[in-house]
């Protein structure tokens, strides 16, 4: 049977998707599942890593019907996934020991309080490029590992697993033949050397982590595993790519050049500029990351994250309840001039990049008599836009480099009003690509190139195209007017007496 597509696997925080690509880079046929959260405590948030699994199959088999496709015509196998977001299960039962924590959850902010009193911030910074947060994968498996009875008995009986979502299905689709993780995902768990690309013993002595529960680390691109046929539709296909949501959407945007950025509107927001084969420590809030390792060659990226993406416009939806479909706020926003002076910042856990106040909170502000659902709708819209300058702001501080332009992927691109007011507040060209969902893409394109159903990274450039591009049309002066008022929202923001939980 010929091998005439690429399957990916994009297992994010909201939902499970499969997407069939053919070699030119399109899609075949696609299926998606949702994905239930899990809300124990104020702050933390967990899922069900079962469903991460059956999700993925049922998806799988989804694709293959619309597509009128069987396993044997796929060439490889590429996953990325929701980074941070930590698993341990038991090898014997194949069953997860505690629920996922995704990397959203704040349930491990007084480790990283602990961390940051015993002076340890330099040494995690200077290591993994990143700082310390809950938000990274290490402070959530010391959690686990501490507070989930029996764990640390099976783990002295050599029976616990680690990973992050890539690992634990590549551990599900292999038949538990293969414990393995990309470099791109373990550069986002605040254990990984980004110097010597090996698990870092100071840090994983610090967080009192055995190294026998983590990962083998694998390149990008290449073949790392293979899937077990008595799992996967009777088929041992290769699984050649892996890489964190991210890193693997950058991939697609073909950000292969020093200094070109994109930006993911998903649930969060994630910047991510390419700075070639040197480590670039922010001073400034940013992260550094491995972007990928292909062929012993290692690149790595600054990165900006930002809590309070799409998940600003499902809070409309699904807590105030003043709106019941995402388009409806493009509608509401574009009934009114501006906001009226409101100002929304969804701080719901906290603030990331360039902030990282893990106690931050959410606010409104600006209200009056005249507010209306219209204001609020096109205020949670444009917060989305001010984080983003928040971040490529500090971007350019940090590389120096000015960005001639954005590009951009994920579901928020269908807001034309998003889309205007972002190239607005940044004043630079925002480029939509024809197709969206780069994370998939761009995971389709390293298993392609691991098993060499595309040649090199000039064949996958060219794949590339572009379906809308917005330029600015706001005036500078009134630009920076509006910037300058997010400004000071957010510093109401960061107000917020983590003690006293009260806002001073």
């Known amino acids: 049977m010929e091998k005439k597509y690429i399957m990916a696997i994009d297992q994010g925080t ?77 090898k014997d039962t194949g069953l997860p020991v505690y629920n996922a924590i995704v990397w959203q959850s704040r349930q491990t902010a007084s480790i990283c309080e602990e961390l940051k009193t015993r002076g340890y911030e330099d040494t995690v910074k200077n290591k993994t490029g990143l700082l310390i947060d809950a938000y990274f994968s290490g402070t959530k498996i010391k959690w686990i590992i501490e507070n989930v009875s029996g764990v640390k008995e099976k783990i002295s009986q050599g029976k616990i697993c680690m990973g992050n979502i890539d690992s634990w299905l590549i551990w599900k689709l292999s038949g538990g033949a293969y414990h393995v993780e990309d470099y791109s995902n373990a550069s986002r768990t605040m254990l990984l050397n980004i110097y010597t690309l090996e698990w870092d013993k100071e840090l994983l002595d610090i967080l009192d982590i055995p190294v026998s529960i983590l990962p ?45 950025a994109k930006n993911t509107y998903g649930t969060a927001l994630a910047l991510m500029m390419n700075v070639g084969e040197r480590v670039l420590f922010s001073k400034n809030g940013l992260t550094t990351d491995i972007a990928w390792v292909i062929n012993n060659n290692v690149e790595y990226a600054l ?27 493009d509608l509401l926003a574009e009934k009114v001039a501006d906001t009226g002076g409101v100002y929304f910042v969804p701080a719901f856990t906290g603030l990331c990049a360039p902030y990282w106040d893990m106690y931050a909170r959410g606010l409104v502000i600006g209200i009056t008599r005249g507010t209306s659902r219209e204001h609020i709708a096109r205020s949670a819209l444009e917060a989305i836009a001010y984080q983003t300058r928040d971040v490529l702001d500090t971007m350019t501080v940090d590389s120096g480099i000015n960005a001639k332009s954005l590009r951009v992927d994920g579901g928020a691109t269908n807001s034309n009003f998003l889309m205007q007011f972002q190239s607005d507040i ?33 064949e ?15 005036k500078e002066d009134r630009r920076e007017e509006l910037y300058a008022g997010w400004k000071r929202a957010v510093k109401r923001s960061l107000l917020w007496d983590k003690k006293e939980d009260i806002c001073i």
Not at 305 to 320: C, H, N, P
Not at 321 to 326: D, H, W
Not at 468 to 473: A, G, L
């Open 216 to 260: 083998r680390l694998k390149p990008s691109s290449g073949i790392i595993a293979t899937t077990n046929k008595d799992v996967f539709f009777g088929e041992e296909l290769p699984i050649a790519g892996d890489a964190g949501d991210q890193h693997a959407a950058t991939f697609g945007q073909v950000c292969f050049q020093p200094g070109m």
């Open 426 to 458: 940044l004043g630079i060209p925002i480029e939509v690509p024809a197709i969206t969902e780069m994370a998939a893409l761009g995971a389709a394109y390293l298993a392609g190139l691991g098993i060499g159903f595309w040649a090199n990274k000039e």
């Open 303 to 329: 990165e900006g994250v930002v809590f309070a993406g799409g998940s600003t416009v499902q809070w409309l939806r699904d807590g105030l309840k003043i709106i019941k479909t995402a388009p409806e706020c």
């Open 14 to 90: 909201t939902g499970t998707r499969v997407i069939l690509f053919n070699h030119e880079g399109q899609v075949h046929s696609k299926a998606y599942r949702e994905i239930r959260q899990i809300y124990p405590n104020p702050g933390w948030v967990e899922q069900d890593p079962m469903e991460y699994w059956n999700t993925t199959m049922v998806c799988t088999k989804e694709a293959f019907e619309k597509g009128g496709v069987t396993a044997s015509e796929i060439a490889a196998i590429g996953i990325t996934c929701q980074r941070e977001t930590t698993v341990l299960w038991d």
């Open 460 to 474: 996958i450039s060219k794949q590339w195209k572009l379906s809308k591009v917005f330029e600015p049309k706001m």
